[in-house]
Nanobody, 126 residues
Framework: VQLVESGGGSVRPGGSLRLSCTAPGLIFRRSLSQGYALGWFRQTPGQQREGIAWFDDDGRISYALSVKGRITLSIDDTKTTLLLQMNNLNSEDTAMYYC????????????????WGKGAQVTVSE
């Protein structure tokens, strides 16, 4: 299953972007009921992936402290698209953003992910 991200781009500090992640053939709500975790990581060159927003295997939403209060994770009404609304962006949010799905061993970790998207670039600059 290939996850497909969209909605990346360039924005000025203080601006907003909404990222989408679709998974043809995979219904996100069904995945959650089967104990899959779904969410987003981001990565800058030379750095480890950072988990920023996720549904855990019980469907609870969590956010990294670095983005809490500025982003919102949701699933659209069709239950086929994972959404990440990002507001009040700053330069430290510049990164490649990846959608992922997989197991949950008590923490949102990239080593547990089974499915990945190719990433969407977000650039925040003047």
């Amino acid at each position: 299953v290939q996850l497909v991200e969209s909605g990346g781009g360039s924005v000025r500090p203080g601006g907003s972007l909404r990222l989408s992640c679709t998974a043809p053939g995979l219904i996100f709500r069904r995945s959650l009921s089967q104990g899959y975790a779904l969410g987003w990581f981001r990565q800058t060159p030379g750095q480890q992936r950072e988990g920023i927003a996720w549904f855990d295997d019980d469907g609870r939403i969590s956010y990294a402290l670095s983005v809490k209060g500025r982003i919102t994770l949701s699933i659209d009404d069709t239950k086929t698209t994972l959404l990440l609304q990002m507001n009040n962006l700053n330069s430290e949010d510049t990164a490649m953003y990846y959608c992922a799905a997989g197991g949950y061993g008590g923490a949102w970790s990239d080593v547990d992910m089974e499915y990945w998207g190719k990433g969407a670039q977000v650039t925040v600059s003047e």
